[in-house]
């Protein structure tokens, strides 16, 4: 890694949200797709990843391969050697940039993307072609703000309940 690149820290979202914004309901995902799943892995791995306390518990434990940071506001709160309890976003993004890291992904839910939205520089949205009921959102994404640049599609299959487009976008600069 370059000295260069360890001055600034790239702040991507990752998010997979069906047309009506809906992200999850009681505490899971309410789809099944094997290919998001495999981007998520791909695009993740190798890296840190910030996460809600509710988003860390429906999962149980911490990714294999990437360094979790969570936000809690519950200061007895411990995880696993090697990862990180927080009680801030701001103190999320203080240890990625003190800790050199380049690249940080946050990784939900409702809350913490609510509260990251303004501070990322990428969003990589897998859009589900789908309107669901759900009780977990994803805040609009303003297209005065956010370019999409590029899109990728996938098709409901055995594996993969529902089409969707895996799309990124960046940031227009003002
Ligand atoms: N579709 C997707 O891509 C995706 C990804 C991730 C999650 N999800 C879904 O999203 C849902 C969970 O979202 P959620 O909004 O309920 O929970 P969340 O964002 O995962 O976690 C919320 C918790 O984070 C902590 N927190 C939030 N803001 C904080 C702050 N400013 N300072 C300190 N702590 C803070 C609090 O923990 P304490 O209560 O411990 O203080 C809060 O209860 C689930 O349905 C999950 O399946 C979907």
Redesign the pocket.
Known sequence: MSPKSNLILKISI????SLNN?????????WRLSSDMKL?KGKTTGFPII????????MGKPLPNRISI?????KE?QLPEGHFV????E?AIQLCISRKFDQVFI?????????ALPLCDELLV?EINVELQ???F?PEIDSEIWERISEVHFQKDEKNDYDFDFVTYKKIQS
């Not at 990784?107 to 509260?115: K, L």
């Open positions: 990752i998010v997979a949200k809906v992200i999850g309901k009681d505490n899971q995902l309410i998520f996460m809600g306390r509710k988003t860390y518990e429906s969570v936000i809690t506001r519950n709160y927080v009680h801030s976003l103190e990784i939900g839910g409702a809350e913490i993307y609510q509260q897998t759900g009780d977990a994803f």
